[in-house]
């Protein structure tokens, strides 16, 4: 990652505009073709530097929901349960903690009526029980990582 | 107290979920990825555009941009630290602790006794340890008697990171 890497990484956190040509104000603001903008978005997507590129959609916002689910997975059963888990296409996203809780993943519905229904799937095929903890209030987000 | 907040749902329609689908694994990289997702589609560009802009209008989109791998920018600890305050301080509490320049999410969630005693979540970022153990000590003083205990948990490994994802 160089100089404008780093640029280009902070300003892609901050968002780009609705408009045919999104990537020119970045452009012009670096220096660069919008091509190398483009090209270097899709090295650091390669390099896993940046997780996703592109909109960022509220599931509660279309009508689903989300929720943060923990379960106690026993070491040896940590790879399986990992992949029994993540073939849920509604676990957004999935960590190893250290903590009796070692597993701790997000899910997100388009309807709510189906968190319930795929933590009873996620318990059927682990064996596992999952401590289900929705959001009963937000103080703030804003996840910003200046490189 | 303890009412699920469910903020209002707005109307998709058919088009705008084709967008969504078209869209929700990453925005093409081109000098017009609009027009790309357009003609993907069969759509002319100048409605994709309208419908995305009117998605970000109403909050349906939050943003259009990058979501950083933390690890790989440097920053390797992330600490979800968890206390437990008595509810009734929870909101103001956790208004305060969410300002804090390195928390990036704070969040009240329900407890589950007795295995799990902690309402407020504040996740802290650092490039190491040290940095994160310094965040969550400002935390505690700020929490000073309301807590009445708290723990740090250290993320060892991304399993899945993908986002929400519609399914056709």
Same mark, same amino acid.
């Given at each position: ?9 902070? $300003? ?45 959609? !509220? ?34 996203? !999935? ?6 809780? !070692? ?19 996620? $318990? ?13 209030? $937000? ?9 | ?13 058919? %088009?705008?979920?084709?967008? %969504? ?39 349906? %989109?939050?943003? %259009? ?20 305050? *008595? ?22 969630? *329900? ?58």
């Amino acid at each position: 990652m160089d100089n404008i890497d780093r640029v280009l990484v902070n $300003e892609l956190q901050d968002g780009l505009p609705v408009c045919r040509r999104p990537f020119d104000a970045i452009s012009t603001r670096l220096g660069i073709s919008v091509t190398e903008v483009t090209d270097r978005i899709g090295k650091l997507l390669d390099d896993r530097v940046l997780s996703r590129f592109g909109p960022m959609f !509220n599931a509660e916002r279309l009508g689903g929901a989300l929720t943060l689910c923990a379960m106690q997975v026993p070491e040896a059963d940590f790879e399986r349960v990992t992949e029994q888990v993540n073939a849920f296409p509604e676990v957004a996203h !999935n960590y190893a903690r250290e903590h009796d809780l !070692n597993m701790w993943f997000v899910l997100a519905t388009e309807r709510p009526e189906r968190i319930a229904g795929v933590i009873a799937e996620i $318990e059927t095929s682990t064996g596992c029980r999952v401590y289900d903890m929705p959001k009963r209030d $937000e103080f703030y987000i804003g996840l910003k990582l200046p490189v | 107290m303890n009412a699920v907040l469910h903020p209002r749902p707005c109307r998709v329609d058919a %088009i705008d979920r084709q967008i %969504i689908m078209a869209v929700q694994a990453g925005l093409p990289l081109v000098e017009q990825p609009w027009d790309a997702v357009a003609e993907q589609l069969g759509l002319d560009p100048d409605e994709v555009l309208e419908r995305v802009a009117a998605m970000q209008a109403h909050g349906i %989109i939050r943003r %259009i941009g990058a979501v950083p791998n933390h690890y790989a920018l440097g920053y390797r600890a992330n600490g979800m630290s968890v206390w437990n305050v *008595p509810d009734a301080m929870v909101a103001e509490l956790g208004k305060r602790v969410g300002e804090l320049e390195f928390v990036s999410h704070c969040y009240e969630r *329900p407890r589950h006794l007795p295995l799990w005693p902690y309402n407020l979540f504040a996740m802290v970022h650092g490039h190491n340890r040290d940095e994160v153990e310094a965040g969550v000590k400002e935390i505690a003083s700020m929490l000073h008697g309301a807590c009445r205990g708290h723990e740090v948990l250290y993320s060892t490994r991304i399993l899945k990171k993908t986002g929400l994802r519609l399914q056709g």
